[in-house]
């Protein structure tokens, strides 16, 4: 994950003004050993002058950047294009449907090897087309902040799902910083906010005043996917569908769309890895043995079906005081029978990548350690479900563990992921309402109901989830990756009937039908029927004091 930190303040010589100037310069030093964990590749200082006003206001605009290069050739940052444009891009872009590569070729006349970093690639496409006509027609999950020195505005956003932190700190009309992190001192931190995803912002730095364009979808109701002359900004996907059932089509078709559609999005992530040749064999999958990542683990591994390579389970499971048990957790226990589940299909026997099964076993006395760490990182979130979520996340990715190679084959301990692509099943619930409260709302208003409360939770996944998990994940030079999340698949699924989410069965309620109708149809039997709980409660890092039983999740945490 690269790092972004930005800075605009006014040059005067004003007590006051210097010392906000101190301020911010402070925060950005402080920050500046945190962001480099996030982007250990490279990192560099723009500082430069403009001039804010027509009565002589100079403004001062500090860009500060880190990379975790993941595409080749290794980009640094921040980027500046020959007449002063800048730009800080934490992200990647994928190439659906060819349209990067024709970009690419038709802006360099055919040669592409020029920009064959996406970074790169942006900047030219920013600078020729403009902010929002290239947000419309790129797919990939990001955060920027990019500097147009003719027009004089700066930009800022964060992809349209939110898959990428981004905070922003405007505490004065005239100063403004943006950061993927906030500050850990407590003072600095005051008035940094995480910014909303659906919006783009462009600040005019003549006027200092702000400009919010927002995603919105097609008022006809069909997806205008390109289109070079777009002024708004339109979601590349519809708005939840409120049909019941498929008239149409069948529901073997259907299984079959959702197979190759997230086959593709899942290709997208793992093929676009820029490995240094040490690492070139390994990919990694956030393990819980539920049914989300089995299946991304199992089309992880089509995907790599002739590559030599390992593709590492990686699962997380905490020694919790309040509860007892060791790391024998639930998620460890369906982790296990899950890559048993996997080694056997018949699919994968023939398939040169094999999965290693990672145990990453976190003592009662690391959490304590680490704790104060993972509060400043998920900041602004704050709460004990924050926290424990976050917790998890964070020795997730630091991906020390135990690796077993296969069930009966010696442990090697100490064992560390050179993988630096995390794939992560976050999203499926969302989209095919796998969350018991979904089951309640279906019972309590039947499908109309459900479709509210599924909007509900995908319209705030960047401000749950994704913000935070981001923070703390990239905190050990680490990117999540989530094929559930991308454009294509999310517009598949966002159009996929309610019957095929959530379903009555025997006595019960079953949600994620369409997924357990693709798992049965794999092979995968027992994940299919499995029931898996959340990550602070499979892993068991939520309330790990003895006697924290009954604090409330949403309670701020200290
Ligand atoms: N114990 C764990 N160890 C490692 N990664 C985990 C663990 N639990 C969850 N994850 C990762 O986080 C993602 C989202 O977790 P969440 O708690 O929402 O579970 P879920 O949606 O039920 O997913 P799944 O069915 O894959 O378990 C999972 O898909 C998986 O990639
Ligand atoms: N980690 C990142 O955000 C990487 C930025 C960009 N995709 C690159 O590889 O250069």
Redesign the pocket.
């Known amino acids: ?2 790092g972004i930190f930005f800075s605009l303040i006014p040059k005067s010589k004003s007590a006051l003004i210097a010392r906000e100037l101190d301020k911010y310069t402070l925060v950005r030093l402080q920050l500046e050993e945190t962001l480099k964990r996030r ?1 250990p590749d490279c990192f560099n200082t723009v500082v430069c002058d403009v001039k804010t006003n027509d009565e002589g206001g100079i403004g001062q605009l500090t860009f500060f950047s880190t ?5 080749d050739p290794l ?1 640094p940052q921040p980027l500046q294009s020959q007449e002063g444009r800048i730009l800080q ?4 872009l994928y190439d659906v449907v060819g349209q990067l590569e024709e970009y690419r070729s038709g802006l360099l006349g055919g040669d592409t090897s020029v920009s064959k ?3 790169a690639l942006l900047s030219q496409l920013f600078n020729r087309f403009g902010v929002l006509e290239t947000l419309q027609s790129v797919r990939g999950e990001y955060a920027f902040v990019y500097y147009d020195s003719l027009s004089k505005c700066l930009w800022w956003a964060r992809d349209c799902i939110g898959r990428r932190s981004l905070l922003v700190n405007r505490c004065r009309k005239d100063c403004i910083a943006l950061s993927s992190l906030a500050p850990t001192h407590a003072t600095f931190r005051g008035n940094w906010r995480e910014v909303p995803a659906g919006e783009v912002y462009k600040l005019d730095l003549h006027t200092m005043g702000i400009e919010v364009v927002k995603w919105s979808y097609e008022p006809s109701g069909s997806l205008v996917l390109y289109s070079y002359f777009l002024e708004l900004t339109r979601y590349p996907y519809l708005p939840i569908c409120h049909d019941v059932s498929f008239y149409q089509l069948s529901y073997d078709t259907v299984v079959g769309e959702l197979s190759s559609t997230l086959l593709a999005a899942v290709r997208r992530r793992v093929l676009a890895i820029h490995h240094a040749p040490s690492t070139a064999d390994t990919y990694a999958i956030l393990f819980s043995g539920g049914i989300d990542c089995t299946l991304l683990a199992y089309l992880t591994a089509i995907c790599l079906r002739d590559h030599t390579a390992h593709v590492d389970l990686l699962n997380v499971a905490f020694e919790n005081p309040r509860i007892g048990g060791g790391y024998n957790t639930p998620d460890r226990i369906l982790g296990r029978q899950s890559w048993q589940e996997l080694r056997s299909l018949p699919a994968l026997q023939s398939s040169q990548c094999d999965f290693r099964f990672v145990e990453i076993n976190v003592p009662y006395t690391q959490v304590l350690e680490h704790k104060s760490r993972v509060q400043d990182l998920m900041f602004p979130k704050d709460s004990v479900m924050d926290f424990s979520i976050a917790l998890a996340f964070f020795f997730a990715a630091r991906g020390l563990g135990t690796m077993f190679a296969s069930p009966d084959a010696d442990p090697a301990e100490e064992y560390s992921t050179t993988s630096r692509v995390l794939i992560s099943g976050l999203g499926a619930d969302e989209l095919f309402a796998g969350y018991t409260r979904h089951g309640t709302s279906f019972a309590r208003g039947g499908y109309e109901t459900l479709a509210d409360e599924l909007t509900l939770d995908f319209g705030r996944l960047h401000e749950r989830n994704l913000g935070r998990d981001d923070r703390v994940g990239a905190d050990w030079g680490k ?1 999540f990756r989530y094929p559930y999340l991308d454009e294509e698949f999310v517009h598949f699924a966002l159009q996929c009937p309610l019957d095929s989410k959530m379903r009555v069965r025997g006595n019960g309620i079953e949600g994620k039908w369409l997924l357990r109708q693709l798992a049965r149809y794999i092979g995968l039997r027992h994940v299919a029927e499995e029931k898996k709980r959340a990550i602070q409660f499979g892993a068991r890092s939520a309330k790990m004091e003895v006697g924290q039983g009954k604090i409330k999740g949403t309670a701020k945490f200290v």
């Not at 990379?67 to 595409?71: A, C, F, G, I, T």
């Not at 891009?89 to 990647?92: A, D, I, Q, V």
């Open positions: 994950m690269c982007g990379v975790l290069s993941m595409r980009t891009f934490n992200g990647e970093n996406d970074t990117e």
